[in-house]
């Protein structure tokens, strides 16, 4: 039998209709590029949601933006990023906790890159496993794939094409909730490779992308820095969405929150 191959956590690039839903199946994003399904292949939606607010203007302010999300910011990391070698600006990502602890919490963790120590108690063993040391996190990934009017994606630290990637918690953990929706530009959602699948990739949207609700788990949004994300957003790329110079994270940590 031939072995399975990796599968690369990826972000459906559906275009639908307003009234269509997106695929259920662990596909390929690229499988399903472009076209239409039918409704016996199509998600319901989830009976709860948090209502999305206004977005607003690039410049803002992060206070400014952060009074316009669809939740309160616990937690705020940064990105500073090089394209090509060259320093090109600093993100800020506001992060949800109060909706979506754990996806948050794998976020922060791998973005300061402190030694985190979890304990796992079974009825067998006690083992006691060590994450975040040296090279165990964001500093140094690089956002593999960049789709212009759709999303950036990272995270990928392992392998650096999106087959890779490992989360505080394990290889992967479940989806914790798609309570938050993706409204806008600057919503940050978890990349997966289907139902249960999160890691460490993670993508930005730079439009709208409905069709991606209740598949993705929204846990921030950028509050500093979208003008970074927009120049990401319009990299030249080869066919295959791989962005021709490096685009990589050269620092990353959290911020002290005002207050």
Not at 55 to 78: D, H, I
Not at 118 to 130: D, K, M, N
Not at 147 to 169: A, L, N, P, V
């Amino acid at each position: 039998m031939a072995s399975v191959a990796a599968r690369s956590m990826s972000v459906q690039f559906l275009q639908t209709q307003r009234t269509n839903l997106v695929p259920c199946g662990r596909v390929s994003s690229k499988a399903f590029f472009g076209w239409r399904l039918p409704t016996s292949l199509l998600c319901k939606r989830a009976s709860f949601s948090v209502k999305p607010k206004t977005m607003v203007c690039v410049y803002s302010t992060a206070n400014e933006v952060e009074e316009k999300l669809q939740a309160k910011v616990t937690t705020r990391c940064f990105f500073d990023i090089d394209i090509g070698g060259e320093a090109v600006g600093r993100v800020v990502i506001g992060l949800f906790g109060e909706v979506v602890p754990k996806t948050v919490e794998n976020f922060r963790a791998l973005c300061t890159g402190k030694q985190i120590i979890l304990l796992y108690f079974t009825v067998i063993f006690f083992e006691l496993r060590h994450f975040g040391e040296k090279g165990y996190g964001y500093k140094g990934c690089s956002f593999h794939r960049i789709i212009k009017d759709f999303m950036i994606q990272g995270g990928d630290f392992t392998q650096g094409d999106g087959t890779g990637g490992i989360s505080i918690y394990g290889s992967k953990f479940e989806d914790e909730n798609f309570a938050l929706k993706h409204v806008g530009p600057g919503v940050v959602s978890m990349a997966n490779a289907g139902p249960g699948t999160n890691g460490s990739q993670f993508f930005i949207c730079t439009v709208k992308t409905p069709w991606l609700d209740d598949r993705h788990v929204v846990f921030g949004h950028i509050i500093e820095g979208m003008d970074v994300v927009q120049k990401l957003e319009s990299q030249e790329t080869s066919r295959s969405d791989v962005p021709r110079l490096p685009c990589r994270i050269v620092n990353c940590g959290e911020l002290v929150m005002d207050g």
